[in-house]
């Protein structure tokens, strides 16, 4: 009976192990947790972001837009964005990147000379390519430190893979139908010709005897006898042979297309969004994560340099966005169809919710509570050699109009609310 039994459930162990190598299930991770925390609120910080639509066809676009701000607390051990690519990242080529721009700028090439504490604009199109359902985030590469993603949303794609087409036409005037199977052919037919080559090549030395043997050719000084002059004169059609395959193919290719655009390898600059007067002055006093609580409170000291009362309406970082639920303007400014899961419900509590009227100074604490810090593997921060974090405030004046700021500084965990 015992054997029986772990008989059935050696064979389910198996059975199980065979299904999910043969039909893998879908990847939902989110990639973005992986990176460091410190480089996610220090960095680059993205908002206003937005998504055209969130199902498409295959061969339809979809769009994603917005802002991000460099921040100016920017960590030591990142390199500063003197040289980035403006990027997408999507689970595989699943969709084709189309455009994109910085700025209004076209951004297929690098752009260099970004300024840390400005902002800029972003725009991304997409084009449907494999069905199913995919996270698409706009993402910044910068050269030595990486690639930091900004806010993911999904977006399902319908209809047949089989159908998807991306044409283009060259500066000759030729139209080419379907780019990802163009020149297919040809490339094959070099690499399995450069492989044919290589393969005559080895086994013109396996042919005869090889490690004992010439070994003990090596040990008697026999050392003549390893390569004859046949074999010299094999090596050498060899050379003469690709040589001409080299040549000769340039020459056709030269032939064929003799107006040629070589690899773009430049780099691009585009100034930052224009700098709108300082209406709220932010000063950061402390800082604290409450481990069991899942709580990051904030103190700061902040002046009203602008005509009209303000509140904080925001705390936004790492594309997590803390909405003061009291405030109808900052509700009215989220997007129905950000994601959800970055909106975390509770959202910020401000202490002396009060408006700040023109000219006050005022000491303002304020509560992000949610286990987002935890999903979102952010409370890394307090590991980190500095333990800083950094974010964006939003405040609205009494007409709606927003006022956006940065803050950042020092946080310890606790167990014991001290703010």
């Known amino acids: 009976m015992k054997h029986s039994i772990r008989n059935v459930f050696l064979c389910g162990l198996g059975a199980l192990t065979i299904l999910l190598a043969v039909a893998p ?4 991770a989110h990639g973005e947790r992986a990176t460091e925390p410190y480089i996610r609120t220090r960095t680059i910080q993205w908002y206003d972001v937005k998504w055209s639509t969130e199902k498409i066809n295959v061969n339809e676009t979809v769009s994603v837009t917005g802002k991000f701000h460099l921040m100016a607390d920017w960590p030591d051990a990142v390199n500063k964005p003197d040289l980035v690519f403006m990027s997408n990242a999507t689970p595989g080529a699943v969709m084709t990147r189309v455009e994109s721009y910085i700025n209004d700028l076209p951004a297929q090439q690098s752009l260099k000379n970004l300024e840390v504490g400005r902002d800029y604009t972003f725009k991304m199109v997409m084009k449907g390519r494999i069905p199913g359902r995919w996270h698409f985030h706009p993402m910044i590469n910068i050269d030595g430190a990486g690639p930091i993603v900004g806010p993911g949303s999904w977006v399902q794609v319908a209809g047949n893979a089989s159908d998807y087409r991306h044409s283009v036409t060259t500066i000759e005037g030729t139209v080419i139908e379907d780019t990802q199977n163009y020149g297919v052919s040809r490339v094959l037919m070099w690499q399995i010709g450069y492989i044919l080559i290589a393969v005559a090549w080895l086994l013109w030395w396996l042919r005869r005897p090889l490690l ?12 003549d006898l390893l390569v004859t002059r046949t074999d010299d004169k094999v090596a050498a059609g060899f050379l003469i042979l690709v040589l001409v395959v080299v040549i000769g193919g340039y020459i056709n290719v030269k032939e064929e297309y003799s107006r040629v655009v070589p690899l773009q390898a430049g780099s691009l600059y585009t100034p930052p969004l ?5 209406l709220v ?10 481990v069991p609580g899942r709580s990051m409170r904030m103190s700061i000291e902040v002046t009203n340099n602008a005509a009209r009362s303000l509140r904080l309406g925001e705390f936004s970082t790492a594309s997590l966005r803390f909405v003061n639920n009291s405030l109808p303007a900052a509700v009215a400014a989220v997007d129905p169809n950000y994601p959800k899961e970055l909106l975390p419900s ?3 509590v401000v202490e002396r919710d009060a408006p700040l009227a023109p000219g006050e100074t005022r000491v303002i604490n304020m509560d992000a509570t949610d286990a987002a810090w935890e999903l979102e593997r952010l409370v890394g921060f307090l590991t980190n050699v500095d333990s ?3 974010a964006l405030l939003f405040f609205y004046d009494d007409k709606g109009d927003r006022h956006i700021t940065s803050v950042a500084g020092p ?3 606790v167990f014991k609310k001290t703010i």
């Open 212 to 223: 004992i043997p010439r070994w003990l050719a090596v040990q008697k000084g026999l050392d």
């Open 411 to 413: 946080i310890l965990p």
């Open 346 to 348: 509770s959202g910020v």
């Open 388 to 390: 800083r974090i950094g």
């Open 274 to 278: 224009p700098e709108k007067p300082n």
């Open 25 to 28: 299930p879908q990847a939902m």
């Open 281 to 290: 002055s932010v000063k950061f006093k402390k800082a604290e994560y409450d």
